[in-house]
């Protein structure tokens, strides 16, 4: 494949989950949920999931990385990724391939987790499979929708990790104070600066989350990746992919008031996918060489060609 990079400037400075069993097999190579999902009560590192206070070998890098992000992420700097990312020049390849690129790839924002993410991708849709055996395209999106983290790998530019992966917010207007380390806003440009530092900045009340611009990373780029190459995924799954790391809305309900119907309506089902995006993580191994042909099957039926533009 032919890969193009054009490298751009950054700024200088660098709920309640229903319980069901869940277990895994004694020789530990195969996740196992039988017929529902209950989270566990720590992460692979003896951890409560999500705390960004725990003192731990990952806690010191995990905040500074918050720190550089929340400085960084300016609405003209999200400005500048999309019309740069949004032209999908980079790579033409398979999700598959992409798959495989990630084997490289860990998400250093992440408290939960420090596994290859085609692990992550794996237990995700392996898990929602489980529950949810009739709804194919959430199969799929649980394959797919940490895919733009090829953003880190060098062989596709290897963006810094503040501005790939992380939690993510509306620019434009002011930053929720429920975001993860919000003092570190007070560094950034927009924080101070009329035009984007209201309730609804450059937005308007119902506007549909559609219209707002989010924190440049993954969650953006690959939903511009699926929605140009035309996937049939229903607008629910692109809800998801666009903001599954939107935890200010879908944990603390910060924002709603820029939704729109729509908005509403598939929020239900990023709700039910976010479970299973953060509580699989674990060091349960998926045999890939054995799910590999069903997920085949689902990119060929949601996906009209083989290889996507990225």
């Known amino acids: 494949m032919t890969i193009l ?14 319980k069901k069993d869940f277990h895994v097999s004694e020789d530990d190579k195969e996740l196992v949920l039988d017929g529902g999902f209950l989270a566990p009560h720590t992460n692979s590192f003896g951890q409560s999931f999500r705390d960004y206070d725990a003192e731990g070998d990952r806690q010191p890098g995990v905040e500074e990385f918050y720190r550089i992000n929340h400085m960084n992420q300016t609405y003209n700097f999200v400005e500048k990724m999309r019309a740069q990312y949004g032209k999908l020049d980079k790579v033409e390849m398979s999700i598959w391939e992409c798959c495989e690129l990630l084997n490289n ?3 250093e924002s992440d408290p939960d987790l420090d596994e290859p993410q085609i692990e992550h991708l794996l237990q995700t849709a392996e898990a929602i499979r489980k529950d949810y055996p009739e709804e194919r395209w959430l199969h799929l999106t649980g394959l797919i929708h940490d895919q733009g983290k090829v953003l880190l790998h060098p062989s596709f ?7 790939v992966v992380g939690d993510t917010f509306p620019v434009g207007c002011a930053f929720d104070e429920s975001i993860v380390h919000h003092k570190y806003f007070k560094e950034n440009p927009d924080f101070s ?3 984007y530092n209201t309730k609804y900045g450059v937005y308007e009340e119902g506007c549909g989350l559609d219209n707002v611009m989010m924190s440049w990373g993954h969650d953006d780029y690959m939903y511009l990746v699926a929605k140009e190459n035309k996937t049939t ?6 809800f998801i992919i666009r903001y599954h790391s939107f935890y200010a ?5 910060a924002y709603k008031h820029l939704m729109n119907e729509e908005d509403i309506e598939n929020l239900k089902w990023l ?3 976010n479970k299973y995006d953060l509580y699989s993580k674990s060091k349960v191994r998926i045999d890939v060489e054995k799910v ?5 099957s689902l990119i060929e039926k949601y996906f009209p060609t083989s290889k996507l533009r990225w």
């Open 233 to 238: 995924l229903p607008s629910a799954a692109l």
């Open 249 to 253: 809305l879908h944990k603390s309900e």
């Open 157 to 163: 530019g290897q963006l810094p990790q503040w501005a």
């Open 105 to 107: 790839v860990v998400d």
């Open 5 to 18: 990079i054009e490298q751009p400037e950054f700024v200088a400075g660098v709920g309640v989950v229903e």
């Open 193 to 195: 600066n009329p035009a």
């Open 271 to 273: 709700q039910i996918f």
């Open 292 to 296: 590999k042909p069903y997920y085949l």
